[in-house]
């Protein structure tokens, strides 16, 4: 993976800028330590770090392709899963290859169908192409939305576009300011986003399944693909086989790789079911594949088993590696040190975000990276094949609005009342809530359980889902490693879209359709085991922390975090420590508290000034 960035600006200014490109490359260091490039005319400028994972010697950035007269140069983050097929196709077209990268298959790629190309990949990715003899840059996201993509828009600017948010501020030409949409997002959506918003003000995000072209006219995006619902044609036994192949080729793909490869290993379905065959791949080429696992100081001492989470993970873990016979790795985080980093999460995300659930994830990549340059993890599944309580329990299924967010007045009562009466929180979300609605593609007649089933998936893919991805993506290449989610697969996104919501459910149980698909790869006690959301600490020494940190900021009397959150909420939430969750069941009392630890440390790292 790679950070990326540019500018185009058509007075032929961006020779001027430099030195900015300079600083916007040096914000992306962490996303590619290994070797940088800037590519530099009058009207362009193309900005790339890369961390190199295939072709190292050959798959140098910004790549430039001269061929019939035109002249193209790519900056591009991700990778691509169907690069041999592709490369095949282009060879008997008449392309020739220097190296076996897939940036220069999708350069290739682009030159040879152009727009057209993005309909081609199976893949991650975010890139830019600028065609010099046109002038005009290409823009383009994945499907699935893995890979970040923000543009920014300035007067007297043109375009600027880059892998993060971070990139874009270190031009003068976008400062970092905040508004009104600012306010609501933080406060009634965070750490979820409107789609397409970048939360700061002027900046924006290409959204996933998106393309488009900038030119002297402007910037024109469309959308090249969304989920769309079809008459399901197949038997059960069919859909079962041909999810299992889906499953298992989407996994396969991704272990291609020049450097190291490993697994995430919670002890869970998906996970364990990518590093079976992970380690069945490795073990029939004589390797040993790595996987690494998570836990928290003393958490088996204050578990308390919940209905969202049974049972601890430890058991399965050990359970699983023995089963793998991997080389395992068992990262145990600290209590502080989760609290400490909740301000490195938030310079990695450019925004607050899901509190220790990202700053564990930041940590726990920290100590992979010295081991493996590529890790596989099983983000996704429960979006797709159903897995979460919201899927299944008919109540919160059919309760109107975000089912992750039931909380919009309990979170205007943290707003100062001069804020409350400037946002209507209700018709806010309420809007956003109705658009993702508008946006589900339904077959006509769809009624009952399979229409709120097609909404329910949309929700979570356009919302939910884009959190996590979100975190996976800035607390992984943090440390320059590399997370891929064979999940996130489009095939499997657009076939199980389709699949009746009873044979998703099978047997009643979440993911049935999955845990029956892949019998065979696990133990059964995983294989059935009730789903276990992501591990977070239940040591109390946490909440001590980060309720010391929130004191000290409620102590600090010109702390930007007053400037729209009311003192007297803090201080109740602090002494109360109600129960309402933030944003799902990963975030509850502590997480609160560090979000709001977050958001304060935001507004003062990036100097924000509230317009």
Known sequence: MCGIAGQIDFDGSCRKWEPAYGAMQASLRRRGPDQEGLWLTPQAALIHTRLCVVDIARGTQPMVLRQGGRELALVYNGELYNTEELRGELLALGHRFQGHSDTEVLLHSYAQW??????????????????????????????IGVKPLFYALPQGGGLLFASEIKALLAHPLVPAQADGQTVAEVMLLGPGRTPGCGVFRGVLEVPPACCGFYDRDGLRLRRYWRLTDQEHTEGFEETVEHVRDLVLDAIERQLVSDVPVGTFLSGGLDSSLISSVAARRFRAEGKLLQTFSVDYAENQKYFTASKFQPTSDSGYITQMADYLGSDHHLIQLDSGDLAQALDAAVEARDLPGMADVDSSLLLFCEKIKPHVTVALSGECADEIFGGYPWYRDPEIRERYGFPWAQSTEYRESFLTPEWRA????????????????????????????????????????????????????????????????????????????????????????????????????????????????????????????????????????????????????????????????????????????????????????YQIRLV
Not at 126 to 135: I, N, T
Not at 422 to 431: F, N, T, V, W, Y
Not at 438 to 450: I, N, Q, S
Not at 501 to 519: F, I, S
Request: hydrophobic residues 40%; contains cysteine; proline residues 5%.
């Open 114 to 143: 152009g727009a057209d190309c993005v309909e081609k990949f199976n893949g991650i990715f975010a890139f830019a192409v600028w065609d010099a003899g046109s002038q005009r840059l290409f823009l383009a996201r994945d499907r």
């Open 422 to 605: 400037r946002l209507d929180g209700a018709e806010l979300i309420d809007a956003r809530y109705r658009a993702t609605l508008a946006d589900t593609d339904l077959l006509p007649g769809r009624a009952g359980v399979e229409k709120r089933m097609k909404e329910m998936v949309n929700l979570n893919v356009q919302w939910f889902m884009q959190t996590l991805l979100d975190r996976k993506d800035r607390m992984s290449m943090y440390s320059g490693l590399e997370v891929r989610v064979p999940f996130c697969d489009w095939r499997i996104a657009e076939y199980l879209y389709s699949v009746p919501w009873e044979w998703k459910d099978y047997q009643g149980v979440e993911k049935g359709l999955l845990r029956h698909a892949m019998e065979g790869w696990l133990p059964e006690e995983v294989l059935w085991r009730k789903k276990s959301p992501y591990p977070k600490t239940h040591h109390p020494a946490y909440l001590a922390a980060v309720s010391g940190r929130l004191r000290q900021v409620l102590d600090t009397p010109n702390a930007p975090l007053f400037q729209f959150v009311d003192r007297a909420a803090l201080e109740q939430l602090l002494s109360s420590r109600r129960a309402t969750p933030w944003y799902g069941q990963l975030m509850t009392t502590p997480q609160t508290i560090a979000y709001f630890v977050q958001v304060n440390y935001w507004l003062e790292h």
